[in-house]
């Protein structure tokens, strides 16, 4: 029993030397980083330890635009792609005539280049010189004034913002919930159309509780995802987030790395351990909620 013990630990090795390695180790020198106060990367000293990064943090208004940038980015982009997701999976689901075409169209936009995309985007909603875009010439056509999106008012670009995020991350959540849809019995179905159940009572009865560990997966996924938006942002505005007002997060913990004001590992690791409590705090929540659906 020993040696087999013995063995099942030598083929886990190499496994738990990675993840020591390279999640581990980096994960407990975030935290030391964070509690060092007045770290300078020249001379790797620092004065003290304690709470003052967090404090700093905290209190950094670029800190405090990027938390609400990604906030609104969650909480707008979650709920619609998903809502989208699971009403395009619905449609999938029902048609029969060239069905795998429809859903390899869908799944296009995922394998795309993220920058790529970012450039479209950009064409279609950036006023130039030469042109207003197409986005603003449909304003215009239907007799709106032209607008900004990448560098007028800040809700236009939240709106660019969204609109992208949801673009990008929708292909993935369709594919998700056609399989899910695919996998549901159909003689449930069945039985339902011989008690003469409506469509929409089928759906609320059978389809959705069928799908619902699908549907709380996407929804933890996407919040975790969206917390980490930051390439996303550079594809359309560029790489000076805070001149844009569109900064993130993540695109916070970037800068006071390697940004114009870089070189603060301590502000960078402080910043990344708050982003962690927030994503882990939501992540729980979700997690109770979905037991708790499913019991009930």
Not at 73 to 93: C, D, E, K, M
Not at 143 to 164: E, N, R, T
Not at 233 to 257: C, P, Q, R, S
């Amino acid at each position: 029993m020993k040696k087999q013990n013995l063995k099942a630990w030598l083929y886990l090795l190499p496994a738990l030397a990675f993840l020591a390695v390279f999640m581990i180790y980096p994960l407990v020198d975030v935290v030391v980083y964070s509690l060092e106060e007045g770290y300078n990367s020249a001379s790797q000293t620092f004065r003290g330890v304690g709470l003052y990064n967090f404090s700093y943090v905290l209190r950094d208004p670029y800190f405090l635009a990027a938390v609400r940038n990604t906030f609104i980015l969650v909480v707008i982009t979650v709920p619609v792609s998903t809502g989208l997701a699971l009403l395009i999976s619905l449609g999938l689901n029902s048609i029969k005539a060239l069905k795998n075409l429809f859903q390899t169209v869908y799944f296009l936009p995922y394998v795309t280049n993220t920058l790529a995309v970012g450039l479209v985007f950009m064409i279609l909603f950036k006023k130039t010189a030469y042109s207003e875009g197409l986005v603003n010439l449909l304003i215009n056509w239907f007799g709106g004034p032209s607008v900004d999106f990448i560098d007028g008012p800040y809700w236009a670009k939240m709106l660019v913002m969204c609109i992208y995020t949801v673009w990008v991350v929708m292909p993935f959540k369709i594919l998700i919930l056609t399989s899910a849809l695919a996998s549901v019995n159909p003689e449930y179905y069945k039985a339902a159309r011989v008690d003469g159940a409506s469509r929409g009572r089928i759906f609320w009865r059978i389809t959705l509780p069928m799908i619902s560990p699908m549907i709380f997966y996407l929804v933890i996924t996407g919040f975790i995802g969206a917390f980490k938006a930051y390439a996303d942002e550079v594809a359309l505005f560029g790489t000076d987030l805070n001149a844009a007002g569109m900064n993130t997060i993540v695109g916070y913990v970037y800068d006071m790395l390697y940004g114009n004001s870089g070189g603060y590992p301590s502000y960078a690791s402080a910043a990344a351990l708050i982003l962690f409590a927030i994503v882990f705090t939501i992540t729980c929540v979700n997690l109770l909620i979905s037991r708790r659906t499913q019991i009930s």
